[in-house]
């Protein structure tokens, strides 16, 4: 997990507690709204990074695939009589 990502999630944490212990209806309107932001940053931050190495993946998979197997040379079959 990227720090960036962490530091989404950690935000998110953070706002829900504060929203918790908010005494004020709308200060914990606002805080729960944040917190919804910070999670669906962190939500996206995953995302990408999930797609980003599925797709790396792909790409060296398909690196293999085109580069070859090396020719094994067989013997060549006995000539007849």
Request: hydrophobic share 35%.
């Amino acid at each position: 997990m990227s720090a960036s990502t962490q530091f989404y999630l950690d935000q998110a944490a953070e706002c829900g507690r504060n929203a918790q212990s908010a005494t004020l209806q709308n200060q914990r309107e606002v805080l729960l709204k944040a917190q919804a932001a910070w999670q669906a940053m962190a939500d996206r931050a995953i995302r990408t990074a999930t797609e980003r190495d599925r797709r790396e993946d792909e790409r060296r998979e398909l690196a293999l695939l085109t580069q070859g197997t090396p020719h094994v040379q067989r013997p060549d079959p006995p000539l007849p009589d």
